[in-house]
Protein backbone atom coordinates (compact mmCIF):
# COMPACT_ATOMS: atom_id res chain seq x y z
CA UNK A 1 0.00 0.00 0.00
CA UNK A 2 1.49 3.39 -0.80
CA UNK A 3 2.85 5.46 1.71
CA UNK A 4 1.14 9.12 2.37
CA UNK A 5 3.94 11.67 1.42
CA UNK A 6 5.68 13.52 4.41
CA UNK A 7 3.43 16.16 5.97
CA UNK A 8 5.20 19.58 6.03
CA UNK A 9 6.67 20.75 9.57
CA UNK A 10 4.23 23.88 9.66
CA UNK A 11 1.47 21.89 9.39
CA UNK A 12 0.58 21.05 13.98
CA UNK A 13 -0.21 24.56 15.21
CA UNK A 14 2.61 25.64 17.79
CA UNK A 15 2.18 24.97 21.23
CA UNK A 16 0.91 29.07 21.77
CA UNK A 17 -1.42 28.39 19.05
CA UNK A 18 -3.05 24.89 19.71
CA UNK A 19 -6.16 25.81 21.25
CA UNK A 20 -6.64 28.31 18.91
CA UNK A 21 -6.47 25.65 15.97
CA UNK A 22 -8.97 23.42 17.99
CA UNK A 23 -11.42 25.52 18.42
CA UNK A 24 -11.43 27.01 14.86
CA UNK A 25 -14.34 24.65 12.92
CA UNK A 26 -14.95 24.10 9.04
CA UNK A 27 -18.17 25.84 10.02
CA UNK A 28 -16.13 29.09 11.19
CA UNK A 29 -14.65 29.15 7.89
CA UNK A 30 -17.39 28.90 5.81
CA UNK A 31 -19.12 32.13 8.09
CA UNK A 32 -15.77 34.41 7.28
CA UNK A 33 -15.47 33.35 3.92
CA UNK A 34 -19.14 34.29 3.41
CA UNK A 35 -19.91 30.28 1.86
CA UNK A 36 -21.54 27.43 3.10
CA UNK A 37 -19.57 24.76 4.86
CA UNK A 38 -20.20 22.43 1.66
CA UNK A 39 -18.12 24.71 -0.34
CA UNK A 40 -15.18 24.79 2.21
CA UNK A 41 -15.58 20.66 2.26
CA UNK A 42 -15.32 20.85 -1.45
CA UNK A 43 -12.15 23.60 -1.28
CA UNK A 44 -10.62 21.16 1.64
CA UNK A 45 -11.13 17.86 -0.40
CA UNK A 46 -10.19 19.23 -3.79
CA UNK A 47 -13.25 19.17 -5.77
CA UNK A 48 -12.79 21.00 -9.07
CA UNK A 49 -16.95 22.66 -8.75
CA UNK A 50 -15.38 25.59 -6.84
CA UNK A 51 -14.86 28.76 -8.80
CA UNK A 52 -10.90 29.56 -8.74
CA UNK A 53 -12.29 33.20 -6.61
CA UNK A 54 -14.24 31.34 -3.84
CA UNK A 55 -11.38 28.67 -3.80
CA UNK A 56 -8.51 31.46 -3.05
CA UNK A 57 -10.73 32.98 -0.36
CA UNK A 58 -11.69 29.95 1.03
CA UNK A 59 -8.31 28.97 1.24
CA UNK A 60 -7.09 32.55 2.45
CA UNK A 61 -9.51 32.25 5.46
CA UNK A 62 -8.18 28.58 6.15
CA UNK A 63 -4.78 30.02 6.69
CA UNK A 64 -6.11 32.92 8.59
CA UNK A 65 -8.25 31.22 11.19
CA UNK A 66 -5.51 28.28 11.43
CA UNK A 67 -7.89 26.11 10.27
CA UNK A 68 -5.79 23.39 8.44
CA UNK A 69 -6.85 19.68 8.70
CA UNK A 70 -3.68 17.02 7.73
CA UNK A 71 -5.57 15.80 4.18
CA UNK A 72 -5.56 19.78 2.89
CA UNK A 73 -1.69 20.01 4.11
CA UNK A 74 -0.62 16.98 2.32
CA UNK A 75 -2.71 17.85 -0.77
CA UNK A 76 -0.86 21.31 -0.20
CA UNK A 77 2.02 19.87 -0.61
CA UNK A 78 0.96 17.22 -3.26
CA UNK A 79 1.14 14.21 -1.14
CA UNK A 80 -1.48 11.35 -0.95
CA UNK A 81 -5.24 12.31 0.28
CA UNK A 82 -6.57 9.41 1.66
CA UNK A 83 -10.13 8.77 0.79
CA UNK A 84 -12.89 5.72 1.15
CA UNK A 85 -16.17 5.47 -1.08
CA UNK A 86 -19.70 4.67 0.65
CA UNK A 87 -22.00 2.54 -1.72
CA UNK A 88 -25.94 2.76 -0.60
CA UNK A 89 -29.01 2.63 -2.28
CA UNK A 90 -30.90 4.97 -0.19
CA UNK A 91 -29.41 7.73 2.21
CA UNK A 92 -33.15 8.70 3.78
CA UNK A 93 -33.63 5.49 5.17
CA UNK A 94 -33.01 6.35 8.73
CA UNK A 95 -30.49 3.20 9.78
CA UNK A 96 -28.87 3.52 6.36
CA UNK A 97 -28.84 7.63 7.36
CA UNK A 98 -27.13 7.05 10.94
CA UNK A 99 -24.72 4.27 9.84
CA UNK A 100 -23.57 6.92 7.21
CA UNK A 101 -23.06 9.36 9.85
CA UNK A 102 -21.34 7.09 11.66
CA UNK A 103 -18.57 6.10 8.96
CA UNK A 104 -18.47 9.85 8.17
CA UNK A 105 -17.47 10.65 11.81
CA UNK A 106 -14.43 7.88 11.78
CA UNK A 107 -13.59 8.51 8.66
CA UNK A 108 -12.77 12.34 9.56
CA UNK A 109 -11.09 11.32 12.52
CA UNK A 110 -8.86 9.29 10.86
CA UNK A 111 -8.12 12.21 8.43
CA UNK A 112 -10.21 10.25 5.27
CA UNK A 113 -11.93 12.02 2.69
CA UNK A 114 -15.82 10.42 2.18
CA UNK A 115 -17.40 10.19 -0.93
CA UNK A 116 -20.66 8.63 -1.16
CA UNK A 117 -22.17 6.56 -4.23
CA UNK A 118 -25.79 6.24 -4.26
CA UNK A 119 -27.00 2.81 -5.66
CA UNK A 120 -29.58 2.33 -7.86
CA UNK A 121 -32.80 -0.12 -7.35
CA UNK A 122 -33.20 -1.31 -10.33
CA UNK A 123 -29.68 -1.11 -11.85
CA UNK A 124 -27.64 -4.81 -12.94
CA UNK A 125 -24.59 -4.91 -10.11
CA UNK A 126 -21.20 -6.63 -11.63
CA UNK A 127 -17.87 -6.52 -10.73
CA UNK A 128 -17.60 -3.29 -12.76
CA UNK A 129 -20.38 -1.49 -11.88
CA UNK A 130 -18.86 -1.26 -8.45
CA UNK A 131 -15.24 -0.40 -9.78
CA UNK A 132 -16.75 2.07 -11.65
CA UNK A 133 -17.87 4.03 -8.94
CA UNK A 134 -14.78 4.75 -6.91
CA UNK A 135 -12.87 8.20 -7.48
CA UNK A 136 -9.50 5.83 -7.36
CA UNK A 137 -9.20 2.64 -8.79
CA UNK A 138 -9.04 -0.02 -5.61
CA UNK A 139 -10.05 2.95 -3.45
CA UNK A 140 -11.51 1.66 0.20
CA UNK A 141 -14.75 1.08 0.15
CA UNK A 142 -17.62 0.37 2.83
CA UNK A 143 -21.09 -0.82 1.76
CA UNK A 144 -24.34 -0.35 3.60
CA UNK A 145 -26.14 -3.36 2.68
CA UNK A 146 -28.97 -2.97 4.48
CA UNK A 147 -31.42 -3.93 1.36
CA UNK A 148 -31.08 -5.53 -1.72
CA UNK A 149 -28.92 -3.15 -3.96
CA UNK A 150 -26.19 -2.85 -1.08
CA UNK A 151 -26.60 -6.63 -1.10
CA UNK A 152 -25.99 -7.13 -4.19
CA UNK A 153 -23.13 -4.11 -4.60
CA UNK A 154 -21.52 -6.20 -1.52
CA UNK A 155 -21.04 -9.47 -3.83
CA UNK A 156 -19.80 -7.93 -6.96
CA UNK A 157 -17.39 -5.97 -5.24
CA UNK A 158 -13.85 -6.96 -7.03
CA UNK A 159 -12.22 -9.18 -4.35
CA UNK A 160 -8.73 -7.55 -4.38
CA UNK A 161 -10.63 -4.29 -3.20
CA UNK A 162 -9.86 -3.39 0.72
CA UNK A 163 -13.48 -2.95 2.07
CA UNK A 164 -15.61 -3.35 4.86
CA UNK A 165 -19.89 -3.41 5.45
CA UNK A 166 -22.71 -2.74 7.29
CA UNK A 167 -25.23 -5.57 6.79
CA UNK A 168 -28.59 -7.15 8.08
CA UNK A 169 -26.86 -10.48 9.20
CA UNK A 170 -23.45 -11.96 8.56
CA UNK A 171 -23.17 -14.74 5.73
CA UNK A 172 -21.76 -18.51 7.21
CA UNK A 173 -18.36 -18.38 7.79
CA UNK A 174 -17.96 -14.84 7.75
CA UNK A 175 -18.07 -11.76 5.21
CA UNK A 176 -17.95 -11.86 1.82
CA UNK A 177 -14.43 -12.92 0.97
CA UNK A 178 -13.39 -13.04 4.25
CA UNK A 179 -13.99 -9.63 3.98
CA UNK A 180 -15.19 -7.73 7.39
CA UNK A 181 -18.87 -7.27 8.37
CA UNK A 182 -20.64 -5.22 11.31
CA UNK A 183 -24.00 -6.14 12.15
CA UNK A 184 -26.73 -5.73 15.11
CA UNK A 185 -28.72 -8.77 16.44
CA UNK A 186 -31.85 -7.84 15.40
CA UNK A 187 -33.20 -11.39 15.38
CA UNK A 188 -32.52 -11.36 19.27
CA UNK A 189 -33.42 -8.14 19.97
CA UNK A 190 -37.08 -8.88 18.02
CA UNK A 191 -37.71 -12.27 19.99
CA UNK A 192 -36.80 -10.15 23.49
CA UNK A 193 -39.49 -7.37 21.77
CA UNK A 194 -41.77 -10.55 21.17
CA UNK A 195 -41.45 -12.00 24.57
CA UNK A 196 -42.36 -9.22 26.09
CA UNK A 197 -45.52 -8.66 24.57
CA UNK A 198 -46.38 -12.26 25.36
CA UNK A 199 -45.63 -11.56 29.63
CA UNK A 200 -48.01 -9.04 29.54
CA UNK A 201 -50.54 -11.39 28.95
CA UNK A 202 -51.18 -11.15 25.41
CA UNK A 203 -52.04 -14.47 23.06
CA UNK A 204 -49.65 -13.88 20.30
CA UNK A 205 -48.02 -11.22 18.68
CA UNK A 206 -48.58 -9.88 14.71
CA UNK A 207 -45.82 -8.97 12.70
CA UNK A 208 -45.66 -6.18 10.17
CA UNK A 209 -42.28 -7.36 7.89
CA UNK A 210 -39.61 -4.39 6.87
CA UNK A 211 -38.09 -5.69 3.40
CA UNK A 212 -35.06 -8.55 3.77
CA UNK A 213 -32.41 -7.89 2.23
CA UNK A 214 -30.57 -11.46 2.59
CA UNK A 215 -33.70 -13.93 2.66
CA UNK A 216 -37.27 -14.00 2.21
CA UNK A 217 -38.14 -13.62 5.83
CA UNK A 218 -35.83 -10.74 7.51
CA UNK A 219 -34.12 -11.23 10.97
CA UNK A 220 -36.54 -9.65 12.64
CA UNK A 221 -39.42 -11.49 11.59
CA UNK A 222 -37.23 -14.61 12.70
CA UNK A 223 -36.92 -13.24 16.05
CA UNK A 224 -40.61 -12.84 15.93
CA UNK A 225 -41.53 -16.63 15.35
CA UNK A 226 -38.50 -17.87 17.44
CA UNK A 227 -40.42 -16.24 20.82
CA UNK A 228 -43.62 -17.64 19.45
CA UNK A 229 -42.84 -20.72 18.67
CA UNK A 230 -40.49 -21.39 22.32
CA UNK A 231 -43.65 -20.28 23.77
CA UNK A 232 -46.13 -22.32 22.27
CA UNK A 233 -47.87 -19.42 20.57
CA UNK A 234 -49.61 -19.41 17.31
CA UNK A 235 -47.52 -17.68 14.71
CA UNK A 236 -49.81 -15.17 12.67
CA UNK A 237 -49.31 -14.86 9.05
CA UNK A 238 -46.38 -11.75 8.49
CA UNK A 239 -47.91 -8.68 6.99
CA UNK A 240 -45.67 -6.82 4.36
CA UNK A 241 -45.70 -3.44 5.19
CA UNK A 242 -42.69 -1.83 3.44
CA UNK A 243 -40.71 1.00 5.11
CA UNK A 244 -43.32 4.04 5.32
CA UNK A 245 -45.76 5.10 7.82
CA UNK A 246 -47.91 5.21 4.56
CA UNK A 247 -47.47 1.45 3.92
CA UNK A 248 -47.74 0.21 7.37
CA UNK A 249 -50.99 2.40 7.58
CA UNK A 250 -52.84 0.61 4.83
CA UNK A 251 -51.69 -2.53 5.65
CA UNK A 252 -52.86 -2.22 9.35
CA UNK A 253 -56.48 -0.92 8.56
CA UNK A 254 -57.41 -4.52 8.53
CA UNK A 255 -55.42 -6.20 10.81
CA UNK A 256 -56.30 -3.69 13.61
CA UNK A 257 -59.81 -3.89 12.57
CA UNK A 258 -59.75 -7.63 14.34
CA UNK A 259 -60.41 -7.22 18.30
CA UNK A 260 -59.12 -10.66 18.29
CA UNK A 261 -55.46 -8.69 17.64
CA UNK A 262 -54.03 -7.39 20.79
CA UNK A 263 -50.12 -7.04 20.02
CA UNK A 264 -48.30 -5.90 16.89
CA UNK A 265 -44.93 -5.63 16.53
CA UNK A 266 -43.73 -3.78 13.59
CA UNK A 267 -40.28 -3.91 11.52
CA UNK A 268 -39.60 -0.74 12.24
CA UNK A 269 -40.67 2.85 14.29
CA UNK A 270 -42.26 4.07 10.72
CA UNK A 271 -44.43 1.35 10.22
CA UNK A 272 -45.54 1.43 13.46
CA UNK A 273 -47.01 5.20 13.44
CA UNK A 274 -49.08 4.08 10.45
CA UNK A 275 -50.38 1.29 12.92
CA UNK A 276 -51.24 3.65 15.25
CA UNK A 277 -52.99 6.18 13.11
CA UNK A 278 -54.79 2.95 11.92
CA UNK A 279 -55.99 1.96 15.56
CA UNK A 280 -57.31 5.37 16.10
CA UNK A 281 -59.63 5.31 12.53
CA UNK A 282 -60.83 1.68 14.06
CA UNK A 283 -61.48 3.63 17.38
CA UNK A 284 -58.94 0.98 18.99
CA UNK A 285 -57.66 2.29 22.40
CA UNK A 286 -53.79 2.01 22.18
CA UNK A 287 -52.49 0.32 24.54
CA UNK A 288 -56.01 -0.36 26.51
CA UNK A 289 -57.13 -2.37 23.69
CA UNK A 290 -54.08 -2.69 21.62
CA UNK A 291 -49.91 -2.72 22.18
CA UNK A 292 -47.43 -1.71 19.27
CA UNK A 293 -44.14 -2.00 19.35
CA UNK A 294 -41.57 -0.50 16.85
CA UNK A 295 -37.67 -0.83 15.86
CA UNK A 296 -34.93 1.63 15.65
CA UNK A 297 -35.84 4.42 18.37
CA UNK A 298 -35.99 7.17 15.40
CA UNK A 299 -35.91 10.63 17.48
CA UNK A 300 -39.86 10.86 17.13
CA UNK A 301 -40.42 7.64 19.31
CA UNK A 302 -40.41 9.30 21.93
CA UNK A 303 -43.24 12.25 21.20
CA UNK A 304 -45.70 9.94 19.52
CA UNK A 305 -49.63 9.75 21.51
CA UNK A 306 -49.06 7.72 23.05
CA UNK A 307 -45.10 7.36 23.14
CA UNK A 308 -43.99 4.04 21.23
CA UNK A 309 -42.24 1.25 22.96
CA UNK A 310 -39.41 0.32 20.74
CA UNK A 311 -36.17 -1.84 20.33
CA UNK A 312 -33.27 1.08 20.19
CA UNK A 313 -30.71 0.19 17.81
CA UNK A 314 -26.65 1.90 17.36
CA UNK A 315 -27.26 2.33 13.69
CA UNK A 316 -24.19 5.15 14.50
CA UNK A 317 -21.78 2.68 16.16
CA UNK A 318 -22.69 0.25 13.61
CA UNK A 319 -20.98 2.80 11.64
CA UNK A 320 -18.16 3.54 13.16
CA UNK A 321 -17.28 0.14 14.07
CA UNK A 322 -17.80 -1.18 10.28
CA UNK A 323 -14.76 1.83 9.20
CA UNK A 324 -12.55 0.90 11.78
CA UNK A 325 -12.95 -3.05 10.42
CA UNK A 326 -11.57 -1.12 7.08
CA UNK A 327 -8.53 0.65 8.86
CA UNK A 328 -7.42 -2.67 10.26
CA UNK A 329 -7.12 -3.93 7.05
CA UNK A 330 -5.58 -1.43 5.40
CA UNK A 331 -3.16 -0.80 8.65
CA UNK A 332 -3.32 -4.10 10.88
CA UNK A 333 -0.35 -2.97 12.54
CA UNK A 334 -1.30 0.37 13.83
CA UNK A 335 -4.88 1.01 13.36
CA UNK A 336 -6.60 1.84 16.37
CA UNK A 337 -8.82 0.05 19.07
CA UNK A 338 -11.82 -1.00 17.09
CA UNK A 339 -14.85 0.89 18.23
CA UNK A 340 -17.32 -1.59 20.04
CA UNK A 341 -21.10 -0.59 18.85
CA UNK A 342 -24.42 -0.80 21.79
CA UNK A 343 -26.27 -4.55 21.64
CA UNK A 344 -30.21 -4.23 20.80
CA UNK A 345 -32.46 -2.30 23.52
CA UNK A 346 -35.76 -2.32 24.43
CA UNK A 347 -37.02 1.05 25.57
CA UNK A 348 -40.73 0.70 27.13
CA UNK A 349 -42.98 3.54 26.28
CA UNK A 350 -47.00 4.40 26.60
CA UNK A 351 -47.84 2.40 23.24
CA UNK A 352 -47.94 -0.99 25.08
CA UNK A 353 -50.02 -2.49 27.70
CA UNK A 354 -51.52 -5.54 29.83
CA UNK A 355 -54.05 -7.63 26.84
CA UNK A 356 -57.67 -6.52 27.40
CA UNK A 357 -59.12 -7.91 30.77
CA UNK A 358 -56.06 -8.04 31.74
CA UNK A 359 -54.67 -5.97 35.28
CA UNK A 360 -52.19 -3.35 35.09
Known amino acids: MQQPAPVPHDEEPSAQGADRTRSVSIFDVAKAAGVSHQTVSRVVNGSPKVRKATRDRVLEVIGELGYKPNRLARALAGGVVRSVTVLTSDTTLYGASLALRGIEEAARAAEFSVAISVLDEQAPMTADDVASRLARPGEPVVVIAFNAPGERAWHALPADFPAAA ?38 TVHYMAIPSSTTRVGQRAEGWRDALS ?39 DELALGVLRAAREAGRDVPGDLSVVGFDDAPYAGYTHP ?24 DPENAPLLPLWAEPELIVRESTGPAPGRSR
Do not use: I, K
Not at 181 to 197: K, S
Open 166 to 203: VVERPRDGGGVGGRPEAWLDDRAAAAQATRYLLSLGHH
Open 230 to 268: DAGRPVPEPLEGGWSPRSGYLAARGLVADPEVTAVLCGN
Open 307 to 330: GLTTVRLDFEGLGRGAFGMLQRLL
